[in-house]
Structures are given as structure tokens and as C-alpha cells.
């Protein structure tokens, strides 16, 4: 089971750190994708962490911004936001699934998921 913490009410530009832990299975064996899904839009990869290599990918909208590592100790997955923006205002879920294929596309879009948090609210608003 997966289980997200860490969401808040921010002002613009500040930062916050998701963390995604996992009871009864080894994150390390899967590819951790998070994803946000604001009201009324999709719901979008923001960020993930390969299972195979260890490769971390980022969405446009966050790259420079949101990093994500892995504490296999802990079996946890953080996702550090920085710089937030009020269009970062959305639930934050975290998935555990497969890696794609070599020269396919990246975990931010894995091709199956065998494990969802609950999610984390994240507001950005002043």
C-alpha cells in the first residue's frame, strides 16, 4: 500500500515535500510516478523515478522546479516542490507500476500500475 503526506496550504514560491511510502512491497521494484489531477483538468505525470536505472523525468511545467528521489531505506519516495506556483494547486497522487520499454516513452507515462495512494491536497494561493 502506498500512502502520500506532506500536502499543504502555500504562498507562491514557497516550497513543500511530498513523501510516498510504501507498507507490504519494495518501492525500489517499481517505477514511482507521481501524478496531479487539479478540478476540471486531466490528470497529468508530473515526475517519476525508474525502477530499471534509477532515471529520474519531469514534466515541463515542474522541470527545474520539482525533484524526486528515493530513500530505499525508508521505502519512500519524496517529491520536492520548490518555487510553487498557484497553477501547482491540485491532489498529488503517487503510483507504483512498470518501467516502459527501452526507447519508449518515460515512466511518466507507465504502461501499467499495480498501486495508488489515497493523495495530498497541495494549495498555492496568498
Known amino acids: 500500500q502506498l500512502a502520500e503526506s506532506g500536502g499543504d496550504l502555500v504562498q507562491p514560491g514557497g516550497s513543500l515535500r511530498l513523501s510516498c511510502a510504501a507498507s507490504?512491497?519494495?518501492?525500489?521494484?517499481?517505477?514511482i510516478t507521481w501524478f496531479r489531477q487539479a478540478p476540471g483538468k486531466e490528470r497529468e505525470g508530473v515526475s517519476c523515478?525508474?525502477?530499471?536505472?534509477?532515471?529520474?523525468y519531469y514534466a515541463d511545467s515542474v522541470k527545474g522546479r520539482f525533484t524526486i528521489s528515493r530513500d530505499s531505506g525508508k521505502n519512500t519516495v519524496y517529491l520536492q516542490m520548490n518555487s510553487l506556483k498557484p497553477e501547482d494547486t491540485a491532489v498529488y497522487y503517487c503510483?507504483?507500476?512498470?518501467?516502459?520499454?527501452?526507447?519508449?516513452?518515460?515512466?511518466?507515462?507507465?504502461?501499467?500500475?499495480?498501486?495508488w495512494g489515497q493523495g495530498t491536497q497541495v494549495t498555492v494561493s496568498s
Open positions: 503510483a507504483a507500476g512498470g518501467d516502459p520499454p527501452p526507447g519508449g516513452r518515460s515512466c511518466l507515462f507507465p504502461p501499467f500500475i499495480v498501486d
Open positions: 507490504g512491497s519494495t518501492l525500489e521494484y517499481y517505477a
Open positions: 523515478i525508474s525502477s530499471s536505472h534509477g532515471g529520474t
